[in-house]
């Protein structure tokens, strides 16, 4: 399984980006995809997740509100849509993927990482 994450970038506060993740070589039917973040000096934490066939969503309190996660089947891609960011939300941004249909916000439990994606919020 690979994922890739793209769409980082920089935005001033208040701004918005959507990130995507690609993935290819699994059935992601039978898959959770998350997205996590790790800020300098930090450990990563739960951003959102999506469970393609039970339909489940889930988020971090700090984005619910403000960041959609959503996904296209036929593209095997899931985004993150961001809002209303702040500088506090700079990170890098990591796809993840599990097998099961159940949303975990503990990252030991995804199988497969995909590299970062730099967000920068400029106050």
């Known amino acids: 399984v690979q994922l890739q994450a793209s769409g980082g970038g920089l935005v001033q506060a208040g701004g918005s980006l959507r990130l995507s993740c690609a993935a290819s070589?699994?059935?992601?039917?039978?898959?959770?995809m998350g997205w996590f973040r790790q800020a300098p000096g930090k450990e990563r934490e739960f951003v959102a997740a999506?469970?393609?066939?039970?339909?489940?969503?889930s988020y971090n309190n700090l984005v619910k509100g403000r960041f959609t996660i959503s996904g296209d089947n036929a593209k095997n891609t899931v985004y993150l849509q961001m809002n209303r960011l702040r500088a506090e939300d700079t990170s890098v941004y990591y796809c993840?993927?599990?097998?099961?249909?159940?949303?975990?916000?503990?990252?030991?439990?995804?199988?497969?990482w995909g590299q970062g994606t730099l967000v920068t919020v400029s106050s």
């Open positions: 999506i469970s393609w066939s039970g339909g489940s969503i």
């Open positions: 993840a993927a599990r097998r099961g249909t159940q949303t975990m916000s503990r990252d030991d439990a995804y199988d497969y």
């Open positions: 070589g699994g059935t992601f039917s039978s898959y959770v």
